[in-house]
T-cell receptor, first 116, second 117 residues
Framework: AQSVAQPEDQVNVAEGNPLTVKCTYSVSGNPYLFWYVQYPNRGLQFLLKYITGDNLVKGSYGFEAEFNKSQTSFHLKKPSALVSDSALYFCAVSALSSGSARQLTFGSGTQLTVLP | NAGVMQNPRHLVRRRGQEARLRCSPMKGHSHVYWYRQLPEEGLKFMVYLQKENIIDESGMPKERFSAEFPKEGPSILRIQQVVRGDSAAYFC???????????????FGDGTRLSIL
């Protein structure tokens, strides 16, 4: 069975400071890893994904994430946080389920608050 | 340039009634996924459909819940005889191919918030 852990329910950071939102995963085989962001009363917006290749993945809005196979982690990072980055962030992993389908398994989410 | 469209955005039902949630995938997408989000929790996979076929329903409750994606029209998630515990946000996502084949991310709608009185 596949699983995702986001150990921090809440992350607070000052505007302009670097931010990190942590994610670890457990999956059989090679993982496909995703980060999504959710604003209030909205659906999830795709930020970035890791499928294969470079361990450092760059995505939307200046976000990036580093795949670390030995630590089974995929932490989300941004060098300089903006107040508008405040939202709920979800890490997700995908692996084979039935047939060739790959269902997404989400973490419980991390609420990021960027303080002005 | 419409994304995934879900309606209604909010749905209120009394216990015992039926709830029907609709999802129109992005143009060109033939794969639809339904997820449920309970308060303070992440999204839980429910079902994955292609046109006229249910591919994976491993996350669907065994009773009262059903889903379809007909040849014409939107995908429908149907909940019969709703109970208080069905109150949640239900999200639909679509992709052009299976995420197993194309590695394409799933694109999400804004969800339907279902409240059971």
């Amino acid at each position: 069975a596949q699983s995702v852990a986001q150990p921090e329910d809440q992350v607070n950071v000052a505007e302009g400071n670097p931010l990190t939102v942590k994610c670890t995963y457990s999956v059989s085989g090679n993982p496909y890893l995703f980060w999504y962001v959710q604003y209030p009363n909205r659906g999830l917006q795709f930020l970035l994904k890791y499928i294969t290749g470079d361990n450092l993945v760059k995505g939307s809005y200046g976000f990036e994430a580093e795949f670390n196979k030995s630590q089974t982690s995929f932490h989300l990072k941004k060098p300089s946080a903006l107040v508008s980055d405040s939202a709920l962030y979800f890490c997700a992993v995908s692996a084979l389920s039935s047939g060739s389908a790959r269902q997404l398994t989400f973490g419980s989410g991390t609420q990021l608050t960027v303080l002005p | 340039n419409a994304g995934v469209m879900q309606n209604p955005r909010h749905l209120v039902r009394r216990r015992g009634q039926e709830a029907r949630l609709r999802c129109s995938p992005m143009k060109g997408h033939s794969h639809v996924y339904w997820y449920r989000q309970l308060p303070e929790e992440g999204l839980k996979f429910m079902v994955y459909l292609q046109k006229e076929n249910i591919i994976d329903e491993s996350g669907m409750p065994k009773e009262r819940f059903s889903a379809e994606f007909p040849k014409e029209g939107p995908s429908i998630l149907r909940i019969q005889q709703v109970v208080r515990g069905d109150s949640a946000a239900y999200f639909c996502a679509s992709s052009p191919q299976s995420t197993g084949k194309s590695n394409q991310p799933q694109h999400f709608g804004d969800g339907t918030r279902l409240s059971i009185l």
